[in-house]
C-alpha cells in the first residue's frame, strides 16, 4: 500500500497501493524526534572514513552513502525501499499501466527474489511463473541479496528481447525459463457472463481508474443481458495497488458503513473509508474468489465485503499484506518508499502477515496442461515482515496451488473454484430469490431476500 506526499506525481502510486499525502502535523511531528546518539553517529562517521580511505577499490562519496540509505531502508521490512536511477523511473513506468517486461510482482526472502503473483495473460502468466517461485539467476547473474526493484529493473527492457530467468519451484530441479519481453498494457478489470444472470469480473490489480472501470463493467452487463442473479468477483492473484481504487470497488457493493482505516505514528497517516449511497449492486448475491497471490487492495476488498456480511469469501487463505509504504520524494530522480501504517477491516482485523480465512476453503486447482501444485508463499514467509499487532497468530498453511488463473474463455471448463462459487450463487438464488438487477436503466433498490 502506498501514501504519496505532494511533490510525487498522481501516476507513481499505483504499483502498491496508495493512501493520501501526508499532512502538516507530520513536519510538527519531526520536530519532536529525540536527537541522534552522538556515539552511533561517530561510530558511523568512522566507519566511513574507513572505507573511503582503506577500501581495495577507490569508490565515491555518493555511492556510499546510497548504499547507506539503502541498508537502513532494507533493514526495517520487505517493502521499504531507497528508490533512485532507473529503480525510480521503473515505478514510474509501472504506474502508468502500460511498461515493457515480463509482468510479474516480486517480493524478496532470505535474500532472493519470490514471485508474490504474475499478472494475467502477461509473458510471465503465460510462460507459466507460479506465485512462490523463486527466482535465483536473471540472464545467468546470481540475485542473491538484490533487492526486488533491481531484479525488476533487470527483467525490464524493450519489447521484443528475451530474457532468461532460473526458477526453483519446490519439488523440482532449478530450471530456465526463458521469456519474451512485452509491452505490459494492463487491463485491471474485464468480465462476461458464465451463465444466464450470472456475471464473472476479473481484478488483475488495483490502479487509480479501476472504480470507475468496474462500474463501466457493470452497466455494460446490465445493457447487455439484463438481469443479474449473482456475480463472482475474482481476486486471485491479485498483488494490489491503489488503495483509493480499493475502496471504490467496496462501494459498488455496499450502501452504507467503514470499508477500511489506516493507523500509524504520525496522525496524518490515519486515514478512513467508508460507502457511500451511490452503490451499484447493493444487493445482487455476491462470491468473492481469492488465493494466496490475492495481496493487499485485494484484501482490503476481501476482508470489507466479509465484515459486512456482502460477500461470501471462497479459496485460500490469502498473501497477508497488510502495511501502507509512503513515497517520500528528496529530489526529482530519487524517493524514499517507508511503510508508514497499517490498515484494517471494518471490523478492526489487521491482515498483517495473517491474511484473509476464506468463509468456504476451495484449493485453487485448475485442470489444465500447465498445472504443477506448489506450497503456498505469503507476507508471513518474508524476511523482515512486520507482526500483525493485533495478536493474532500468523497462519501457516500447506495448502497447495496451480498456476495463474487462465483465459475468461476456458475457465468454467478447467477452474473448479469458478464452478464452485457459480454453484453458491445458483444456492444463495434458489433459497432467496428476488435478488436482482433492475431493467429501468439502473441497478435495483435493496429488496428483502
Do not use: W
Not at 499505483?14 to 520536530?31: D, G, R, W
Not at 525510480?88 to 509501472?94: A, Y
Amino acid at each position: 500500500m502506498i501514501q504519496l506526499r505532494n511533490r510525487v506525481s498522481g501516476a507513481l502510486s499505483i504499483c502498491l497501493l496508495l493512501a493520501l499525502p501526508l499532512s502538516a502535523q507530520s513536519q510538527t511531528q519531526q520536530s519532536e524526534l529525540l536527537p541522534l546518539p552522538l556515539d552511533e553517529v561517530r561510530m558511523f562517521t568512522e566507519a566511513l572514513d574507513r572505507i573511503r580511505l582503506a577500501y581495495v577499490e577507490e569508490i565515491d562519496d555518493k555511492t556510499l552513502l546510497e548504499n547507506a540509505i539503502k541498508g537502513m531502508l532494507s533493514g526495517l521490512d520487505p517493502h521499504s525501499a531507497y528508490l533512485a536511477g532507473r529503480e525510480f523511473d521503473v515505478m514510474q513506468e509501472t504506474t502508468t499501466g502500460e511498461f515493457g517486461g515480463l509482468g510479474i510482482e516480486v517480493g524478496r526472502e532470505n535474500g532472493y527474489i519470490k514471485v508474490i503473483s504474475p499478472i494475467d495473460d502477461t509473458p510471465a502468466d503465460r510462460a507459466g511463473i507460479q506465485a512462490g517461485d523463486l527466482i535465483i539467476q536473471i540472464n545467468n547473474k546470481p540475485l542473491r541479496d538484490l533487492l526486488p526493484e533491481e531484479a525488476a529493473n533487470m527483467m525490464r527492457g524493450e519489447p521484443g528481447t528475451e530474457v532468461t530467468v532460473t526458477i526453483a519451484r519446490e519439488g523440482m530441479e532449478p530450471f530456465e525459463v526463458t521469456v519474451v519481453r512485452e509491452v505490459i498494457a494492463i487491463a485491471s478489470v474485464r468480465s462476461r457472463i458464465l451463465e444466464p444472470g450470472y456475471a464473472y469480473v476479473r481484478l488483475a490489480q488495483f490502479r487509480v481508474n479501476t472504480g470507475e472501470e468496474l462500474e463501466t463493467e457493470l452497466l455494460e452487463l446490465y445493457e447487455e443481458h439484463g438481469e443479474l442473479k449473482g456475480i463472482v468477483l475474482d481476486l486471485r492473484n491479485n498483488p494490489g495497488g491503489v488503495l483509493q481504487a480499493s475502496a471504490k470497488v467496496v462501494d459498488a457493493f455496499i450502501e452504507q458503513g467503514r470499508i477500511v482505516y489506516t493507523k500509524g505514528r504520525l496522525e496524518g497517516n490515519d486515514l478512513e473509508f467508508s460507502a457511500n449511497l451511490s452503490t451499484l449492486a447493493p444487493d445482487v448475491p455476491l462470491v468473492v474468489l481469492i488465493n494466496n497471490g490475492s495481496a493487499s487492495a485485494s484484501e482490503i476488498v476481501a476482508g470489507a465485503l466479509q465484515d459486512h456480511g456482502r460477500a461470501v469469501v471462497m479459496g485460500t487463505q490469502s498473501f497477508g499484506k497488510g502495511s501502507v509504504q509512503t513515497l517520500l520524494p528528496l529530489d526529482g530522480s530519487r524517493a524514499i518508499k517507508l511503510t508508514t501504517s497499517l490498515y484494517y477491516t471494518p471490523s478492526g482485523r489487521s491482515i498483517q502477515a495473517q491474511g484473509i480465512t476464506p468463509d468456504i476453503i476451495v484449493d485453487d486447482a485448475f485442470v489444465t496442461r500447465r498445472s504443477r501444485s506448489i506450497s503456498q508463499y505469503t507476507e508471513a514467509d518474508l524476511l523482515g515482515r512486520l507482526d500483525n499487532g493485533n495478536g493474532a497468530e500468523v497462519v501457516e498453511s500447506d495448502q497447495e496451488m496451480a498456476e495463474a488463473l487462465i483465459s475468461a474463455d476456458e475457465v468454467l471448463v478447467t477452474d473448479y473454484p469458478l464452478n464452485e462459487a457459480l454453484n453458491v450463487l445458483k444456492g444463495v438464488n434458489a433459497l432467496k430469490p428476488g435478488s436482482r438487477v433492475s431493467t429501468n436503466g439502473s441497478f435495483a433498490q435493496r429488496n428483502d431476500l
